[in-house]
């Protein structure tokens, strides 16, 4: 007569697929940061450059000070590894301190993706594999450290802006005021790229700004208030950002399409390929729904990447870094069905397969890269201290190179600025960019950017042809410089009797100059 009802089972096939997806972000995670702990120095075309400069920060105005370069301090946007480095350098050492700096900013790119799904839904899980997958893209591979450091904060500060959207207006913009801060600081695309994300996620609730518009003015006006004031003291203090170069490339935007391992064009396509067929997938199966926000979030990136040039202010791969804020923010606001039985295994499977083997070619690059380097260093050990080091490299010139595993030898000339107190005359010393600059005495022999100069143009200056004004410091290179550091796999020969072989690695070989009065007691 009665029915009696039963108490629902408790589904513990989905308990145990959290936990299972759990676990395997746990094993990705570790994995993804394991090339940065196997190796002294991350191999990574900019990586050298910054530890100079680290090096001629934390010796500048001691007795130990760098010989060729000084300290020139401003206000410029791009601060974050130099102002912490170089302290923490005094206590831990100059290599140690650069890498924690660099695994530190990784870890809050991480977090900062998954804060963002916490805040966003309650889940981290599909922002944490996209993060881990795409920790070695193009941007944070090329070695923009400033920029990785800075972003995952401003990830951070997204996440905070949206756990906040209830709060009192006060504490909303008293702590948004203190992020505009960091991030000036830290890195000024970061903070734009924040500004945009949270302008967005406000705009997504533009009916609630209606209802209210007093509330909405003083919104608008605190989020611009900070970022008015820290611009205009800095521009009044002798705060500049970059220079005046600006290039949109469409061919820039073809590449960053396809950006997911900044050491391998082969894996960043496979991978590309890979992710496509499982939107595909997925979005057929109507296993997909993005929210509200991240429809307006991620259409408003999308435009953004697509208007935005190559290079602004001459930093060069900005879009790209778009495109990367992109799809680290977008999967917060995504919501993916569980596949049923097999078909969900399947899915997680080739998910945390595809994040593995991306992992395992950065972790081969990184080892690839690392004998080189070390033999370069071991090469570097038995030249003078002071000494003065050129970059050539055989066949044409290309930034970045079509073989990426050859791009962080671009910049490995600066390892000797560490060691050897040596001179690099491409080391970057930006007005508006980095807070160091090369000594009067030298300036002449110095470009505040640059890469290697083809060895068919070296040829052409010491056979008396006169160099573009960005490589006049190379005008007289056989007379005013020690050494010359040849990049380029299987590079021959070179033809030049008074350039002495010393040393020879997979990606390098480098040669002593001999100058006039070598060769003539040579020959007598």
Not at 222 to 251: H, Q, R, Y
Request: aromatic share 12%; charged share 15%.
């Amino acid at each position: 007569m009665f029915e009696t009802t039963l108490p629902a089972k408790p589904d513990h096939s989905a308990s145990h697929f959290i936990w299972l997806k759990g676990f395997l972000l746990l094993v990705v995670l570790v994995v993804a940061f394991l090339p940065v702990m196997i190796v002294d120095i991350p191999a990574m075309a900019d990586y050298p450059n910054h530890l100079a400069r680290m090096s001629i920060l934390m010796r500048a105005g001691t007795p130990e000070a760098h010989p060729y370069y000084e300290a020139a301090w401003a206000p410029y946007p791009n601060l974050a590894m130099d102002l912490i480095v170089p302290f923490v350098g005094r206590f831990i050492g100059i290599e140690l301190a650069s890498k924690l700096f660099y695994l530190v900013s990784q870890m809050l790119v991480v977090s900062g993706a998954m804060a963002i799904g916490a805040a966003a839904q309650g889940r981290v899980i599909i922002s944490g594999f996209i993060a881990s997958l795409f920790l070695y893209a193009m941007p944070f591979a090329f070695g923009f450290v400033n920029f990785e450091f800075a972003f995952g904060i401003a990830l951070w500060a997204v996440a905070v802006w949206i756990w906040l959207a209830d709060r009192p207006l006060p504490q909303r913009l008293a702590t948004h005021a203190v992020f505009v801060v960091v991030l000036y600081i830290s890195h000024l695309f970061a903070l734009g790229l924040y500004g945009v994300v949270v302008g967005l996620y406000e705009l997504s609730r533009w009916p609630e700004h209606i209802e209210n518009w007093k509330r909405t003015v003083l919104l608008v006006a605190g989020m611009a208030a900070p970022a008015i004031i820290v611009g205009a003291l800095a521009l009044a203090f002798g705060g500049k950002v970059g220079g005046n170069g600006t290039e949109w490339a469409l061919s820039a935007k073809l590449l960053a399409l396809v950006q997911v391992n900044g050491f391998s064009r082969y894996t960043s396509s496979a991978v590309t390929v890979v992710l496509m067929i499982l939107t595909y997938l997925v979005v057929k199966h109507k296993m997909v729904t993005v929210s509200h926000a991240g429809y307006w979030i991620g259409f408003g990136l999308l435009c953004l990447f697509i208007v935005m040039p190559f290079r602004v202010a001459d930093t060069a791969f900005v879009d790209g870094r778009v495109l990367l804020a992109l799809v680290l923010i977008l999967p917060a606001f995504i919501t993916i069905k569980r596949p049923q039985g097999a078909r969900g295994l399947v899915f997680v499977a080739l998910m945390v397969g595809v994040v593995l083997a991306n992992s395992s070619v950065t972790i081969w690059a990184q080892l690839s890269c690392r004998s080189d380097y070390r033999a370069l260093t071991t090469a570097f050990d038995d030249i003078p201290m002071g000494s003065r080091i050129l970059t050539g490299m055989d066949g044409p010139p290309e930034d970045p190179p079509s073989d990426l595993l050859l791009y962080p030898m671009y910049n490995a000339a600066a390892l000797a600025v560490v060691t050897r107190d040596a001179l690099m005359p491409t080391l970057f010393t930006y007005p508006g960019k980095q807070p160091v600059r090369p000594r009067p005495e030298i300036a002449s022999l110095t470009v505040p950017q640059g890469g290697p100069i083809p060895m068919s143009e070296l040829e052409a200056y010491a056979a008396g042809a006169s160099p573009p004004v960005e490589a006049a410091y190379a005008a007289h290179w056989t007379r005013d410089f020690d050494y010359l550091l040849v990049i380029a796999p299987g590079i021959g020969s070179s033809r030049h009797s008074n350039l002495e072989l010393i040393a020879t690695g997979k990606q390098f070989k480098l040669y002593r100059i001999r100058k006039l009065a070598d060769t003539d007691t040579e020959s007598g």
